[in-house]
């Protein structure tokens, strides 16, 4: 469904990623894990549009939009949507939705009005609708909290919010950067329940984690990250098994 | 080397205390001043009470239209934290395009027409001042300010101001030096009397057309989905653009909505100063900005109060102190000194976050 080749990215003259080649397949939960600066943030953003890719691809296969199964997975075609050329508010139009590092919440704008972004490039008022309810179904606590500004939410909830919020555009892949950052280890576990809830009602995810334990339980397949560079893939079992993934980590 | 850093910075930091103290005491002493003036001068002349009145009613009029212009400063600051110092100008623009319309309507004997004739052209008027403004103001922001979006912010400040001595002398090459005078139509000269109290029409018109408009801007800001997105990009463009919010076309937005209330204002101003030439837009832009500050830059509720706290301190100052009215700026800039001193947030002022600060 989203395929990534050999991605370069800059900051100005620091070259950030490296040629990054990934592939997400439907259905799956793929996770992106790695220390911190290794680029796991900047491949979301690349993709999302936030930041430029200077070289290489960005591919959504176009028939990954009927929601059906690619007709070739895995492989770019002239069909796909070239995302890198698009700027990021085109890419989320097309179906790629973002949870953004440190939850990026609107402080000031109500519990409900941040939903609402979620939604903001769609009209159909049933389906915002329903997928409100599927929201408040996932994450009661929200439900509570509607008018409440978004600043004023604990951790936890505006983690709630940030995953709510960009369900509510009904996306075809969720980008999740960090989802577990600065929870407390029971909240943790509990979000990454809803992500497997999520992914089980049907979506495709590409999780970016610094705990790697929690990610690559949850996942089918994972990539590893490190300044920049992807030197290690494979199912999150055998990546969970791996010594060398154990001991850089897993805090093994 | 540390040391000596170290104590460069230590006498860096009693500089600023200095300097901080020597304004406050600059402050203070204007705020004394002030008082004795107010009480020794103004408050012993004895004027009757219906006078305090109309002067604050001509206050809250003036007002109003610096709280139109004050809110396209304050809007454009929210989004792209600029001061847009051609924002008086674009004002001017309207002001002079609602002459050219307003010479239109009387060419045509609208404006000695039956009422509801008068009322249309006047809308019509007030209309085609406000599209030439927006059509201004958006110009400025695709060639002056987007340019330089990633530039340091001292640069689009320097383009604005490069941008507001352009139109000035534009108009004043095309339209020429001798003001435009703006004749009000029959229906709206005149005014009524409440007890001691003369209120002229228009400038109950102006006040209301001002109130009418800032409503409809607070409506469209927080009860629709456009002034969501605003907020949204207002907080965080980046974030905004993740929920497929087109940051560009906002920011147009945004500089169309100033504008228009910019366009209203300057027609009004021209009816309510009866003239309007190339150099109109300055001053009331200065103070407009001034009003938005005292209020709190960014914020769209202080920018309404400000003004209106702004218009009636100008009103009643010159009387209240005994100073001759053609000082009355001074009244308006001194208070700017003062709440840069005392308070740079303005009155409903928001701690500045990190990003804005």
Not at chain 2, 176 to 197: E, N
Not at chain 2, 210 to 229: E, N
Request: cysteine-free; aromatic content about 8%.
């Amino acid at each position: 469904m989203l395929i990534l080749d050999s991605v370069h990215t800059y900051y100005g003259h620091i070259h950030a990623l490296k040629g990054i080649s990934l592939t997400v397949n439907q259905g799956e939960i793929v996770t992106l894990i790695g220390s911190n600066g290794a680029g796991k943030t900047t491949t979301l953003n690349t993709i999302s549009g936030v930041l430029p890719a200077r070289a290489g691809a960005i591919y959504l296969q176009e028939n990954a939009r009927s929601g059906g199964p690619p007709a070739h997975p895995g492989r770019a075609n002239d069909s796909d949507i070239r995302l890198d050329q698009l700027p990021a508010h085109q890419v989320a139009r097309l179906g790629v939705s973002q949870s953004p590092e440190g939850r990026k919440i609107f402080a000031r704008l109500s519990v409900q009005e941040n939903l609402a972004m979620g939604a903001f490039a769609r009209a159909d008022a049933d389906g915002i609708s329903q997928d409100l309810e599927r929201v408040f179904q996932l994450f009661p606590r929200l439900q509570e909290r509607l008018s409440q500004p978004g600043g004023t939410l604990s951790g936890g909830e505006q983690q709630m919010l940030a995953i709510g919020r960009a369900l509510m555009s009904r996306p075809r892949i969720l980008l999740l950067d960090e989802p577990s950052m600065g929870l407390a280890p029971i909240l943790v576990q509990q979000i990454f329940q809803i992500i497997r809830e999520i992914n089980a009602q049907g979506m495709t995810i590409l999780l970016v984690e610094q705990n790697a334990q929690a990610a690559l339980h949850i996942a089918n397949r994972g990539y590893v990250l490190e300044t920049g560079n992807i030197v290690l893939s494979g199912d999150a079992q055998d990546l969970l098994a791996d010594p060398q993934v154990a001991e850089a980590y897993l805090g093994i | 080397m540390a040391p000596s850093r170290l104590t460069a910075q230590a006498a860096g930091v009693n500089g600023k205390t200095a300097l901080r103290f020597l304004l406050r005491a600059f402050g203070a002493a204007i705020l004394v001043l002030v008082i004795w003036r107010v009480t020794t001068v103004g408050l012993a002349e004895g004027y009757p009470a219906s006078f305090w009145i109309s002067q604050a009613l001509n206050g809250l009029v003036l007002g109003g239209v610096y709280a139109l212009v004050a809110l396209g400063y304050t809007l454009v600051y929210g989004i792209l934290f600029m001061i847009n110092f051609a924002h008086g100008e674009v004002m001017m623009i309207g002001g002079i395009a609602g002459f050219f319309a307003l010479q239109f309507s009387q060419s045509r004997g609208w404006l000695e027409g039956p009422w509801p004739v008068v009322v249309v052209a006047l809308l019509l008027i007030m209309l085609f001042g406000m599209a030439a403004s927006v059509l201004i103001g958006i110009t400025l922001e695709r060639l002056a300010y987007r340019p330089l979006r990633q530039a340091p912010r001292l640069v689009p400040l320097i383009s604005a101001i490069g941008a507001s001595l352009f139109l000035q002398y534009s108009v004043l090459l095309i339209f020429g030096v001798s003001p435009h005078s703006y004749r009000k139509p029959a229906l709206i000269s005149g005014g009524m009397r409440m007890g001691d109290v003369f209120i002229p029409y228009t400038g109950a018109i102006i006040f209301i057309t001002s109130i009418l408009l800032m409503l409809a801007l607070y409506f469209i800001i927080q009860r629709t989905k456009l002034g969501r997105a605003m907020r949204a990009v207002a907080e965080d463009r980046a974030t905004a653009s993740l929920m497929g919010v087109d940051v560009n076309a906002v920011i147009v937005i945004t500089f169309m909505l100033g504008s228009a209330l910019a366009g209203a204002a300057g027609v009004m101003l021209g009816f309510h100063n009866t003239v309007v030439k190339f150099n109109s837009g300055f001053v009331p832009g200065l103070k407009a900005f001034t009003a938005a500050v005292l209020g709190g830059i960014g914020n769209i509720p202080g920018a309404m109060f400000g003004a209106l706290i702004l218009g009636l301190i100008e009103a009643i100052g010159p009387s209240a102190l005994g100073i001759p009215t053609e000082y009355k700026d001074v009244i308006a800039f001194t208070l700017l000194v003062l709440i840069l001193i005392f308070r740079p947030t303005g009155l409903f002022g928001e701690v500045l976050s990190e990003k804005k600060a």
